[in-house]
């Protein structure tokens, strides 16, 4: 199986703590606002990425959309540029936040709805949310703490540079019994460009019984349509 899709898997099922639901659960506007300043949603487009096991794998959008409970989303792909597996992403934009689905089950019958990004970033925004995932018969509580640590990065990507490069930083919390202490097991760094895309993922999990992992992935090419 491919490298990107056993990470993943693992990854994933291992922390349906990825999680991103409100402290104070209400009713989101399914909506989609349209993730095309973040993500620009062209069919021509494409991004090149290199994971941290030398695995190369493009990213493009598929010009489809799909509604998954209710919400709509924006429909990508990451294409393994040796074996031509796909891994499926969804992205949106709701109530002016972004938003992507997490698939928590190897058979992608599972996801969770995770806000990644807030609609106007600004160093020190935080944000903490809270969720109950039952994968394998158990219920995991999960608590994300997140923080806005950059929008001014810079990075040189083929020759070009990119600067104001938003950096979103998360810390995961697991505990099996409500009345537990909450148990940091690891931390997810995202970094976006508006109007370019991602530009590089950072994590690094520790889920006793499931996953000790770190892994990354940086933009290495891309081709956007004006």
């Known amino acids: 199986m491919n490298k990107i899709i056993k990470l993943s898997s693992l990854l994933l099922t291992g922390l349906g703590i990825v999680?991103?639901?409100?402290?104070?659960?209400k009713e989101i506007d399914p909506t989609n606002q349209g993730i095309g300043e973040l993500l620009p949603l062209n069919t021509n487009?494409?991004?090149?990425y290199e994971a941290s096991d030398s695995t190369i794998f493009r990213r493009y959008y598929t010009g489809r959309d799909t509604v998954i409970d209710n919400f709509n989303?924006?429909?990508?792909?990451?294409?393994?540029?040796v074996s031509g597996t796909i891994v499926k992403e969804f992205y949106g934009k709701f109530e002016g936040n972004y938003y992507t689905l997490i698939k928590i089950d190897d058979a992608g019958n599972t996801f969770v709805k995770a806000q990644v990004l807030n609609g106007?970033?600004?160093?020190g925004d935080t944000w903490e949310n809270t969720a109950t995932i039952q994968y394998s018969g158990l219920n995991f509580y999960a608590k994300t703490a997140c923080e806005i640590t950059s929008t001014s990065e810079t990075a040189t990507v083929n020759g070009t540079t990119l600067d104001n490069i938003i950096v979103s930083k998360t810390k995961l919390y697991a505990k099996f019994n409500p009345l537990d202490n909450w148990v940091e097991c690891g931390t997810m760094i995202m970094k976006f460009k508006r109007g370019k895309g991602i530009i590089a993922e950072d994590y690094d999990f520790q889920v006793p019984g499931f996953v000790d992992k770190s892994y990354g992935n940086h933009l290495i090419d891309y081709h956007l349509v004006e």
């Open 19 to 25: 999680l991103f639901s409100s402290c104070e659960p």
């Open 45 to 48: 487009n494409w991004w090149l």
């Open 73 to 81: 989303y924006n429909y990508f792909e990451q294409v393994n540029t």
């Open 120 to 123: 106007d970033p600004k160093v």
